[in-house]
């Protein structure tokens, strides 16, 4: 389970401890389930309708197969 911040328009919001995997998922998520989300928050990483998504490490690829 995780944990996410979130906060709406109306300077209201709270946390929600769920089984969502990714940020991304939690955004899609409360902007279902409540009215006027403008930032959500795991750890470090945020997304805010002004910004989008920041990532303090942001995802890695894949590496490249080894050749040889």
Excluded at 16 to 41: M, P, Q, S, W
Aim: some cysteine.
């Amino acid at each position: 389970m995780k944990s996410f911040l979130f906060t709406t328009d109306n300077d209201r919001g709270g946390v929600i401890l769920c089984n969502l995997d990714t940020l991304e998922e939690a955004v899609d998520y409360l902007h279902i389930r409540f009215k006027g989300v403008v930032r959500v928050e795991q750890g470090k990483d945020y997304w805010t309708e002004q910004s989008g998504f920041v990532y303090l490490n942001p995802p890695q690829d894949d590496p490249p197969p080894e050749q040889g």
